[in-house]
């Protein structure tokens, strides 16, 4: 499974539509300090789930969306939609027959928030079960940030064998038994 494509519009400093493509294995996003770099890195957790403002760097949840500067106005909507190559169906369940996926994610001033899987609307938590397992969440290590190795490295048992269920897709299977436990 492969990111081919991110598109931001609103998206903190995006204000503006715009694309991002990856067209290789390994690609670099390269720029001056805040040229919104890591605002790329945020965007992709984010649309992965993410609830947490601290972890998107902002106070609140509307500090995702783009809050106006010198020249512009804020805007009222941010939106992101992340597009995955998925040839080998690594995605389970009814979207492993999709050669592509497109996630979306939306948020108003208001506090909406609106999810879309291959533009069908959805819930948070379709998408945070399509790609539990993978290595894909919005904490999960797909995205390893400074710090994260020697947060590893110096995690408890119990935490490192969180990452370790992740890393085997146990964590799929254990959160559904949880789920049916507690019917
Ligand atoms: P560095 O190299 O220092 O890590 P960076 O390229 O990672 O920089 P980011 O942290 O991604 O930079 O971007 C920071 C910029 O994004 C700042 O100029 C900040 O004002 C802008 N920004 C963040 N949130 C918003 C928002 N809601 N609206 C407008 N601009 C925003
Ligand atoms: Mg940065």
Redesign the pocket.
Known sequence: MRLKQIKLAG???F?DPTKIPFLQALSA?I????????????AVRWVLGESSAKHL??DSM????????SARK?VSV?GVELVFENKEGRLAGQYASYEEISVKRQVSRDGESWYFLNGQKCRRKDITDLFMGTGLGPRSYAIIEQGTISRLIESKPQDLRTFIEEAAGISRYKERRRETENR
Do not use: Q
């Not at 720029?31 to 945020?42: A, F, L, Q, R, Y």
């Not at 509307?62 to 500067?69: A, E, L, Q, Y």
């Open positions: 998206f903190k400093s204000v996003i720029g001056p300090n805040g040229c919104g770099k890591s605002n790329v890195i945020d760097r902002g509307s500090d995702v969306i783009f809050n106006g500067s804020p941010a």
